[in-house]
């Protein structure tokens, strides 16, 4: 039995189990607003929800794709015992979450969200050319028009900025100094690209994709600003292996069987950029012919 961990209405998981389906798989696909309760039967672990039910002994492999598992927990009156079955409670729960994740899987739950500042340090450890950055909470030593900024975090959206309006925090170049100082911020420097790439990992093969954003104005900075009246050209990209040999490095130290990573081709150097764990793939594997919902289906 597959055991998949996704959110209600994600479209990435809906199109591997067309596959699973058409493959015969059984799966259990459990959603983010799921509360499970673990149960015991016949000396077996069963973790029991409204929509599903499982023992954790007939999972064979695991795909964590968003989301993650949530359990109720006992409270008691008397606050001493509340505090002591909390924690008896917590380590359950972690026994669950460790002996799934022991299993055949695709991602964690529990290493989904890397380090961006870690992940650089490691590519660089690998061999991989990473663009210099530093962090600095002024402009003071910032190179104007040649320095870009981008988040230290994975989560490029800022949810409800105002009433119902969600931001997107994309790339962009520092084009004048700021008078004093502000939060700690991730300043790198800008490579000027021949295209971008985008990779997808998965147990050591890599599928990567050329994007030519540097031909349009609104996409020369970060492919993310779509331009859906004229999108970027995106085909099929072989990077050399050298450089997919060092990917596969990368991801073995970050402990990732599956993850998309940027990277920039500039004359005869790759730089990379990041990776993130539970990356898109779907457009690109679309684009290309990729076919990785497949893959994704046959490796579970």
């Known amino acids: 039995m597959i055991l998949i961990i996704s959110e209600n209405k994600e479209n990435t998981t809906n199109e591997v ?172 420097e800008k490579i000027e690209k021949d295209f971008e790439i985008r990779s997808f990992y998965l147990n050591g093969k890599v599928w990567s994709t050329a994007i030519f954003s540097q031909n349009d104005e609104r996409t020369k900075i970060d492919f993310r600003k779509y331009n859906h009246t004229k999108p970027n050209r995106n085909v099929p990209y072989n990077l050399p292996k050298s450089i997919e040999d060092k990917i596969h490095l990368l991801m073995l130290s970050l402990d990732l069987n599956s993850g998309s990573l940027d990277l920039i081709k500039s004359k005869d150097k790759f730089y990379f950029l990041e990776v993130n764990a539970i990356g898109q793939f779907l457009g690109h594997s679309v684009l290309c012919n990729y076919s990785l919902e497949k893959e994704i289906a046959d490796y579970l």
């Not at 699973?20 to 039967?41: C, G, P, S, Y």
């Open 17 to 188: 189990i067309k596959y699973l389906l058409a493959m015969n798989k059984k799966f259990i696909r459990v959603h983010e607003d799921e509360i499970f309760e673990i149960k015991t039967d016949q000396k077996r672990l069963f973790l029991v929800s409204e929509r599903n039910r499982f023992c954790i002994d007939d999972i064979n492999s695991v795909w964590y794709r968003t989301g993650g598992l949530t359990f109720r927990r006992l409270r008691y009156d008397n606050e001493s015992i509340n505090l002591n079955m909390n924690e008896y409670q917590h380590w359950l729960e972690d026994y669950v979450r460790k002996t799934l994740e022991s299993k055949r899987h695709i991602n964690k739950e529990s290493n989904s969200d890397v380090n961006k500042l870690l992940v650089l340090e490691k590519a660089k450890k690998v061999g991989l050319d990473v663009p210099d950055y530093f962090l600095a909470d002024n402009t003071d030593e910032v190179e104007l028009n040649k320095t870009i900024i981008k988040t230290i975090g994975g989560n490029p959206r800022a949810e409800n900025i105002t009433e119902n309006v969600t931001g997107m925090m994309y790339t962009s170049i520092v084009t004048e100094p700021q008078k004093g100082n502000f939060f700690i911020t991730f300043f790198q």
